[in-house]
């Protein structure tokens, strides 16, 4: 079980560098962006083409998949600013296209590592240590770093007019700035991170898969939803920026972990998907159901008086 645990928080930091980008979308910019179910998929499948086809370096493939990830979002941010489709709508097309894509650059539906030299199998051999917990190990540090890129880059003059957009995008235009660039550079930030998780994912399981992606948005609005409600039942509750980059990750791994409970509890694998619909569906109605039970003893508490 202990061994079942550590995986779970592996997968877990290793999803959380996807849940950042979802992070970026869903709630900087309040768009829901259906991209990342292929975006992740094709992160996944460039990495592993340009491993077993061509014998890239695997730091270099995981820049690939940023780049491939990038691209994908890019073709979002395109038919939303300047073709005026809505934005849910442009990632379900680019989502569609991935799908084909993917399976062109693969040439197949699904493409095994397991004779082919990857990050975290290099580093487990050099140092002699389980690969789950290099895996781990390496999650933490991407992560890390990662979150300290963000909150630098959220800082910055664009960074800024990005957050603003999401909060009040009449406001920004007001003040002459171009609301469709923030957002293309939005969407191709959030998807470069998402194709980069693919490709930490791929190397970790040590396979990419045409369906890999497939449930991915789900996953990352489950651990941004778990994050904030741990981060509101925490003492002062966590309101920074970087306090709530950190909670998209930890929420990341008490999702995998609440799953990886679930499952050594006798669950069926094929009912996963459910399980994380229902994770989201108590994440997001917890905290309303706690919100008015507060209002209503303020209320009762004021009428006594």
Aim: aromatic share 6%; proline share 2%; net charge positive.
């Amino acid at each position: 079980m202990f061994l079942a645990f550590q995986g779970a928080i592996a997968q877990g930091i290793l999803w959380g560098v996807m849940v950042l980008g979802v992070y970026i979308t869903y709630k900087l910019l309040d768009i829901a962006d259906l991209t990342v179910d292929g975006s992740l998929a094709l992160g996944g499948c460039v990495c592993a083409v340009l491993l077993v086809n061509h014998g890239v370096n695997p730091w270099l493939a995981l820049l690939a998949s940023t780049a491939a990830g990038m691209v994908a979002g890019a073709v979002t941010g395109v038919l939303h600013t300047i073709f005026d489709i809505p934005a849910i709508l442009a990632g379900i097309l680019t989502q569609i296209s991935l799908w084909s894509i993917n399976l062109r650059i693969m040439g197949k539906s699904n493409i095994p590592l397991l004779q082919t030299a990857n990050v975290f199998g290099d580093i487990a051999k050099a140092t002699g240590v389980q690969q789950s917990l290099v895996s781990m190990c390496i999650g933490l540090v991407v992560a890390v770093a990662l979150i300290a890129a963000l909150y630098w880059f959220f800082g910055t003059e664009i960074g800024s007019a990005l957050r603003a957009t999401g909060n009040n995008e009449a406001m920004v235009r007001a003040l002459g700035i171009d609301t469709r660039v923030t957002k293309l550079i939005a969407l191709m930030l959030s998807n470069g991170l998402v194709g980069l998780a693919g490709g930490l994912i791929c190397q970790s399981q040590k396979y990419a898969d045409i369906g890999m992606g497939t449930g991915a948005i789900i996953i990352g609005l489950a651990a941004i939803v778990i994050g904030e409600v741990l981060g509101q039942l925490t003492p002062g509750k966590l309101r920074s920026f970087s306090s709530r980059l950190i909670s998209a990750v930890v929420g990341s791994v008490v999702y995998f972990l609440i799953r990886a409970i679930v499952l050594q509890l006798g669950m069926d694998a094929n009912d996963m998907k459910l399980l994380s619909a229902i994770i989201v569906a108590l994440a997001l109605c917890v905290p309303v159901v706690a919100e008015r039970l507060r209002l209503r003893r303020a209320y009762q508490k004021g009428g006594e008086a």
